[in-house]
């Protein structure tokens, strides 16, 4: 019995090392994510003050013409 509960141990031991590790990762990331998106705020509050200026203004600002309105605009 005492090999099987070592076993069973150290199988969960290394469960909660593998989940403490994903979680690091996952801080990481979304650590990443927030720096991004202020980022983007920092810019975009630039070109206009508020929200992402539209992609037909920026063309119709141009000069050039929207040829369609079923466009569809995609934010990455």
Request: glycine share 8%; hydrophobic share 35%; charged share 35%.
């Amino acid at each position: 019995m005492n090999t099987e509960d070592n076993k069973e141990l150290k199988l969960l031991r290394s469960k909660v090392k593998y989940l403490e590790d994903r979680m690091k990762v996952m801080t990481m990331s979304i650590g990443s994510i927030n720096n991004i998106l202020g980022r983007f705020q920092m810019t975009e509050n630039r070109d206009m003050g508020q929200g992402f200026k539209d992609i037909e203004q920026q063309l119709h600002d141009k000069g050039l013409a929207v040829v369609g309105k079923d466009i569809d605009h995609e934010l990455i």
